[in-house]
């Protein structure tokens, strides 16, 4: 089992700022990919960035340039640093990681962008 804790997430004015984490623990040996995804209201959950354990990295359009992830190894955590927000940047932000053919998910952090 993988444990993911989400946080950093909060309220913000159009054009801020804000970086999640995500602290993984319990069996986090041999994780491979992390990843970030949201979901706004009445909508489905999407792809926003994947980081594997070897640093690559993948995004969607939507954040291309305005969003980076990272990954501590070390420590176990993941990042998700959040530039230049829009109101539509607007959702509940989710961790996950894939192991052994599984994805874990976290519990989620609310990010709210005001115009």
């Known amino acids: 089992q993988v444990q993911l804790v989400e946080s950093g997430g909060g309220l913000v004015q159009a054009g801020g700022s804000l970086r999640l984490s995500c602290a993984a623990s319990?069996?986090?040996?041999?994780?491979?990919?992390m990843g970030w995804y949201r979901q706004a209201p009445g909508k489905q959950r999407e792809l926003l960035a994947i980081?594997?354990?070897?640093?690559?990295?993948n995004y969607a359009d939507s954040v291309k340039g305005r969003f980076t992830i990272s990954r501590n190894n070390a420590e176990n955590t993941v990042y998700l640093q959040m530039n230049s927000l829009k109101p539509e940047d607007t959702a509940v932000y989710y961790c996950?990681?894939?192991?052994?053919?599984?994805?874990?998910w976290g519990q989620g952090t609310q990010v709210t962008v005001s115009s």
């Open positions: 980081i594997t354990s070897a640093g690559s990295t």
């Open positions: 319990g069996s986090i040996f041999s994780i491979n990919a």
């Open positions: 996950s990681a894939d192991k052994a053919g599984i994805r874990y």
